[in-house]
Structures are given as structure tokens and as C-alpha cells.
């Protein structure tokens, strides 16, 4: 069983600029969760998808989207990136919608300057 | 609104003694709690959650609706259970609202 992956590990930006961060899901699940989390913070709530389709979203303004693809895999898209962006971005992956039962990546680490 | 607050950033014992984590929540809905644990340079990851009532590592957590709380316990604490802990809330469709965490060290 081939556990959550995401890429790139890290990646330095600068402001303004747009960022794509992927996540390979758990073999099985088909919902992917979007975390952002920043230094010292608990992961805060970006948005889920399921069977590739939005299916929630927390506080996070429009230049924050995202896709599912039909394996399941799943890409967020940040674009316009200001200073307050910079943070660790963790995917979680699950077999079901619903579940707080969730399955991390290691993150990725976006730093913008 | 979801809110969960976890009052200790930090949190020192001596192995074998007892350790407790607090966390309490705020949500109009019928709750579904969960800890997730940080080990040192590993991802995030389940240890337990309240509908299963089960014992994972020796913790438990008991969910007080009436307190809001679903404070993490552990009789003896061990030294591999240094680690981060985040508390956190999960909505229907599966939304978790975390804690900002405690850091549990656990001293020989």
C-alpha cells in the first residue's frame, strides 16, 4: 500500500507569482483534503475534493483552487502568492468523504519572497 | 463557528508519570473528535478518535460534551511519546478544524 506523496518538497517563490503543488492519494482513496499550515499553527482547512469535484471549502480567498484527476491525484494552484502564503502545504487523502479519518503527506514547504 | 483550543503550547513530564492533554472545542453540531500525533521529522498521522473508544499507545480520550472537551490521557508516560499533538474536529463531510498543538516532552 503506497502512502500520501506530494511534490515538490520545498519551493522558494516570489511575490506575485503563481505555484502548483501536487499529491499523490493513498492506493484506494478518493478524496483529497488541502491543509495549509503555518509556522507554530495548527493546519488550517483549504479546501476537499471527491471523485473530482470541489466538496468543501475553508476560509481561503479565490486565487486558492484546486483539481482531482480521475486517479484521484490532486493539484493546488495558488496564484498572485503574497508574503502571508508562506507556509508548510499538507494534502490528506481518505477513503470516503465524511471521515475525519484522514492520511497525510509530508507536506510541501512554500517559501514566497 | 468550529473552534478548537488546546491551552498548552508545551507540556513537560517525567517518564511513568501520568500526562493529560487538554482540548476543548466550540461547534453547534453533533462533534466528531480526533488527536493526531506529530513524531519527530515523520507526517502527521491518527492516533485515535472518540467513536472508536479504543486505547492506542496506551492513551485514551473521553469526549464530555456537557465540558466541551476531549482531553488525551496516558496513566505512565514513555519517552517515544515526545512528540506534537493536535486535537482536532471533524464536520460531515470531513473537514478537520485542528488545535494549534502541544508539544509533549517526556524527560527519563
Known amino acids: 500500500e503506497t502512502g500520501v506523496t506530494q511534490s515538490p518538497t520545498h519551493l522558494i517563490k516570489t511575490r506575485g507569482q503563481q505555484v502548483t503543488l501536487r499529491c499523490s492519494s493513498q492506493?484506494?482513496?478518493?478524496?483529497v483534503s488541502w491543509y495549509q499550515q503555518a509556522l507554530g499553527q495548527g493546519p488550517q482547512f483549504i479546501f476537499q475534493y471527491y471523485r473530482e469535484e470541489e466538496n468543501g471549502r475553508g476560509n481561503f480567498p479565490p486565487r486558492f483552487s484546486g483539481l482531482q484527476f480521475p486517479n484521484y491525484s490532486s493539484e493546488l494552484n495558488v496564484n498572485a502568492l503574497e508574503l502571508d502564503d508562506s507556509a508548510l502545504y499538507l494534502c490528506a487523502s481518505s477513503l470516503e468523504t465524511g471521515t475525519g479519518e484522514q492520511y497525510f503527506g509530508p507536506g510541501t514547504r512554500l517559501t514566497v519572497t | 463557528a468550529q473552534r478548537v483550543t488546546q491551552p498548552e503550547k508545551l507540556l513537560s513530564v517525567f517518564k511513568g508519570a501520568p500526562v493529560e492533554l487538554k482540548c476543548n472545542y466550540s461547534?453547534?453540531?453533533?462533534?466528531?473528535l480526533f488527536w493526531y500525533v506529530q513524531y519527530s521529522r515523520q507526517r502527521l498521522q491518527l492516533l485515535l478518535r472518540h467513536i472508536s473508544r479504543e486505547s492506542i499507545k496506551g492513551f485514551t480520550a473521553d469526549l464530555n460534551k456537557g465540558e466541551t472537551s476531549f482531553h488525551l490521557k496516558k496513566p505512565f508516560a514513555q519517552e517515544e511519546d515526545s512528540a506534537m499533538y493536535y486535537c482536532a474536529l471533524g464536520t460531515s463531510y470531513g473537514k478537520l478544524t485542528f488545535g494549534q498543538g502541544t508539544i509533549l516532552t517526556v524527560h527519563p
Open positions: 492506493s484506494g482513496h478518493n478524496t
Open positions: 461547534y453547534s453540531g453533533s462533534p466528531e
